[in-house]
């Protein structure tokens, strides 16, 4: 594995709709992973698509957390040379 995209998200399931899409019409190479780590998102996500490096990774921490904490340790799941690391946050009021 050459690069892992770690994505750390929270309850944001049309946008992780939406990058799974765009996932779908890149067309990753094989030697490319997404992980998204999703912190008790209600309902918990799911991906039902063709892609086989899409993995969603149940972390079930739903306390607040330092963002850049939380990803760079999610990044141990990872066995991937260079990391790429977003946060999908969706805020409601």
């Not at 946008?15 to 190479?29: C, N």
Request: hydrophobic share 40%.
């Amino acid at each position: 594995m050459k690069l892992s995209i770690i994505v750390s998200i929270f309850n944001s399931h049309e946008i992780v709709r939406r990058q799974f899409l765009h996932y779908e019409r890149l067309g990753l190479p094989p030697d490319v992973e997404i992980l998204f780590m999703d912190d008790s998102s209600d309902p918990p996500l799911e991906y039902n698509g063709p892609l086989k490096n899409i993995k969603i990774i149940p972390v079930n921490n739903p306390k607040p957390h330092l963002i850049e904490d939380k990803m760079f340790a999610d990044g141990r799941v990872s066995i991937a040379e260079i990391w790429a690391l977003n946060s999908l946050i969706v805020r409601t009021c």
